[in-house]
């Protein structure tokens, strides 16, 4: 690193900030990884079940070996890995506010930033929502894969989507029982393996049925479901009890995009990738030419894809700080664009593809 | 801790996730009363681990757990060690950790307004 050179502050150590840090640590050029957690990973740790894809995807690992793979990676390279680190704030010119450990406030100028923020679980409104018992799948996900304990025995899933369908069998394998999982739409959302192996051990998936609302005291101990009509009004006399204590609610993901709107990216609205993110353009880079938005922030998508962005941002920054010549540059970045779209195949991956092309159409028309 | 003194909350054996791995212990006071929790596990953790479903209340008293698990939502703020507001999911215990329901937006202890609570 040469004297008084700003680093490359990545903000996010799931996936797509570990990647883009390894990026441009591998090139030379200097980075600092910023995360709030006291673990790097991400959402990565959570999730025990094997990837899809090819080979090369890491299709049949699971995702917490790829998180310890790089892990490992990032330590033999030596990035300056800050963890119970919560940015705060960004200000013009690029000066990061960083919270360490609750009691310790600085800032850092970064030469580039990339963001690596995730995502945040929707909620869903209903009498009774907020009763303790009631969370996010993801939020059963991370007690039971992570931290190894079980928040309720007896659960309802909300929402048949691949969260749900694979938490739910998640919580299976950690011992709890699932009641029933429940699907708005008149038809399942989920990849068939996940949801199959749900239905074969006996759980009842209800469509176009809804939650009317969760009972208890000072917790919940019933949930009321019915079943609804084309225009999601519940039909009177449907009404069944379930007796759960712990009702998930795996309704989608929007991507956190508050750091962004403080360094003043460009915002646009993109429904199927999860509402309202960062435009970008092919290098991952938003309308802020310093500014890079990688993985979930940019769009929900899945770990495999979180991955690549982050080590196509990483790439350009480590190009743009002076670290890495054109023709390397160019290499890495079309192999990384190859995989990536090697990833968006299939009846998901397509939805998704088209949906990245429309905001990289907008990029360029802008 | 022992296998036979895990807990039913905790999972002590798991198909993919394989046994449980021996973890320090820590101790943390929750309401005054000790509870065992394990080295580098969140607040939130050990709460659920040790059946405690209300972790706060609001201003108008309804009880409140946690949401979200990742520190986005703000649903499990508790007191630490004097200080209110602290996202008990995202905030790793420590021995001697003092951790209180809070009611309402809570108020701080006179050493924490001081500075000196960690
Ligand atoms: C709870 C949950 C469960 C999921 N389960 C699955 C699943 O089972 N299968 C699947 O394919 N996909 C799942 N996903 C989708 C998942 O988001 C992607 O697979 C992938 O993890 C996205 O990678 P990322 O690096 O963009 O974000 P993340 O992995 O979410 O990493 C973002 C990191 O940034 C940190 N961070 C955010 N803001 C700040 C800040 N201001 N300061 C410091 N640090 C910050 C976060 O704490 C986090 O560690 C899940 C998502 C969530 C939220
Ligand atoms: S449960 Fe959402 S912030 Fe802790």
Same mark, same amino acid.
């Given at each position: 690193m040469r004297n008084d050179e700003k680093p490359a502050i990545v903000v996010g150590a799931g996936p797509a900030g570990l990647c883009a840090a390894i990026e441009l640590k591998k090139a030379g050029a200097p980075v600092v990884l910023m995360d709030e957690n006291a673990k790097p990973g991400g959402q990565?740790?959570?999730? !025990? %079940?094997?990837?899809?894809?090819?080979?090369? %995807?890491?299709?049949?690992?699971?995702?917490?070996?790829?998180?310890?793979?790089?892990?490992?990676?990032?330590?033999?390279?030596?990035?300056?890995?800050?963890?119970?680190?919560?940015?705060v704030g960004i200000e013009l010119g690029l000066k990061v506010w960083a919270v360490e450990d609750r009691t310790k406030s600085y800032t850092l100028d970064a030469g580039k930033l990339i963001l690596a923020t995730g995502a945040t679980e929707n909620a869903l409104s209903f009498p009774g929502w907020t009763l303790p018992g009631v969370m996010t799948a993801g939020c059963a996900q991370t007690l039971i894969n992570v931290h190894r304990v079980l928040p309720g025995k007896r659960i309802l899933m909300v929402g048949s989507g691949n969260v749900g369908v694979i938490v739910a069998y998640q919580l299976m394998q950690a011992g709890a029982q699932v009641a029933a999982v429940i699907e708005a739409l008149p038809r399942l959302g989920g990849y068939g393996v996940h949801t199959a192996k749900v239905r074969r051990a006996g759980v009842p998936f209800y469509c176009s049925t809804t939650i009317i609302r969760a009972e208890g005291a000072e917790s919940v101990e019933r949930a009321v479901i019915a079943s609804i009509d084309a225009?999601?009004?519940?039909? +009177?006399?449907?009404?069944? !009890?379930?007796?759960?204590?712990?009702?998930? &609610?795996?309704?989608?993901?929007? +991507?956190?995009?508050?750091?962004?709107?403080?360094?003043?990216?460009?915002?646009?609205? !993109?429904?199927e990738l999860g509402g309202n993110m960062p435009a970008h353009d092919e290098y991952m880079r938003?309308?802020?030419?310093?500014?890079?938005?990688?993985?979930? !922030?940019?769009?929900?998508?899945?770990?495999?894809?979180?991955?690549?962005?982050?080590?196509?941002?990483?790439? %350009?920054?480590?190009?743009?700080?002076?670290?890495?010549?054109?023709?390397?540059?160019?290499?890495?970045?079309?192999?990384?664009?190859?995989?990536?779209?090697? &990833?968006?195949?299939?009846?998901?991956?397509?939805?998704?593809?088209?949906?990245?092309?429309?905001? &990289?159409?907008?990029?360029?028309?802008? | 801790m022992s296998a036979d003194k895990i807990p039913d909350s905790r999972i002590a054996r798991h198909a993919v996730l394989g046994d449980l791995p021996v973890q320090k212990?820590?101790?943390?006071?929750?309401?005054? =009363?000790? #509870?065992?929790?394990?080295?580098?596990?969140?607040?939130?953790?050990? #709460?659920?681990?040790?059946? @405690?479903?209300?972790?706060?209340?609001? =201003?108008?008293?309804?009880?409140?757990?946690?949401?979200?698990?990742?520190?986005?939502?703000?649903?499990? @703020?508790?007191? @630490?060690?004097?200080?209110?507001? @602290?996202?008990?999911?995202?905030?790793?215990?420590?021995?001697?950790?003092?951790?209180?329901?809070?009611?309402?937006?809570?108020?701080?202890?006179?050493?924490?307004?001081?500075?000196?609570?960690?």
């Amino acid at each position: 690193m040469r004297n008084d050179e700003k680093p490359a502050i990545v903000v996010g150590a799931g996936p797509a900030g570990l990647c883009a840090a390894i990026e441009l640590k591998k090139a030379g050029a200097p980075v600092v990884l910023m995360d709030e957690n006291a673990k790097p990973g991400g959402q990565l740790f959570k999730q !025990i %079940h094997k990837f899809f894809g090819s080979q090369e %995807h890491k299709a049949g690992i699971r995702g917490f070996d790829i998180g310890k793979e790089l892990l490992a990676e990032s330590l033999r390279l030596g990035i300056d890995v800050r963890l119970k680190t919560e940015v705060v704030g960004i200000e013009l010119g690029l000066k990061v506010w960083a919270v360490e450990d609750r009691t310790k406030s600085y800032t850092l100028d970064a030469g580039k930033l990339i963001l690596a923020t995730g995502a945040t679980e929707n909620a869903l409104s209903f009498p009774g929502w907020t009763l303790p018992g009631v969370m996010t799948a993801g939020c059963a996900q991370t007690l039971i894969n992570v931290h190894r304990v079980l928040p309720g025995k007896r659960i309802l899933m909300v929402g048949s989507g691949n969260v749900g369908v694979i938490v739910a069998y998640q919580l299976m394998q950690a011992g709890a029982q699932v009641a029933a999982v429940i699907e708005a739409l008149p038809r399942l959302g989920g990849y068939g393996v996940h949801t199959a192996k749900v239905r074969r051990a006996g759980v009842p998936f209800y469509c176009s049925t809804t939650i009317i609302r969760a009972e208890g005291a000072e917790s919940v101990e019933r949930a009321v479901i019915a079943s609804i009509d084309a225009k999601f009004q519940p039909i +009177p006399g449907t009404e069944q !009890i379930l007796d759960v204590d712990t009702i998930c &609610l795996a309704v989608g993901l929007t +991507p956190s995009i508050e750091l962004s709107c403080l360094a003043e990216c460009k915002q646009i609205y !993109i429904p199927e990738l999860g509402g309202n993110m960062p435009a970008h353009d092919e290098y991952m880079r938003s309308s802020n030419q310093s500014v890079y938005v990688v993985g979930d !922030i940019a769009g929900v998508e899945e770990a495999s894809t979180a991955m690549e962005e982050g080590r196509l941002a990483g790439i %350009h920054a480590a190009w743009a700080m002076g670290y890495m010549d054109d023709q390397t540059m160019k290499i890495k970045t079309d192999e990384t664009r190859g995989r990536l779209q090697a &990833l968006r195949q299939g009846i998901f991956g397509q939805k998704r593809f088209a949906a990245k092309e429309r905001i &990289l159409a907008m990029r360029k028309d802008a | 801790m022992s296998a036979d003194k895990i807990p039913d909350s905790r999972i002590a054996r798991h198909a993919v996730l394989g046994d449980l791995p021996v973890q320090k212990d820590v101790t943390i006071y929750f309401e005054g =009363k000790p #509870l065992k929790a394990r080295e580098g596990e969140p607040i939130m953790a050990a #709460l659920v681990a040790a059946g @405690v479903t209300v972790f706060r209340y609001t =201003k108008k008293g309804s009880p409140r757990r946690m949401f979200c698990g990742i520190g986005r939502c703000t649903d499990c @703020v508790m007191t @630490v060690d004097g200080v209110p507001g @602290v996202r008990t999911c995202v905030t790793e215990v420590r021995q001697g950790m003092r951790v209180e329901r809070q009611q309402g937006v809570g108020s701080w202890s006179v050493q924490a307004e001081a500075g000196h609570a960690q």
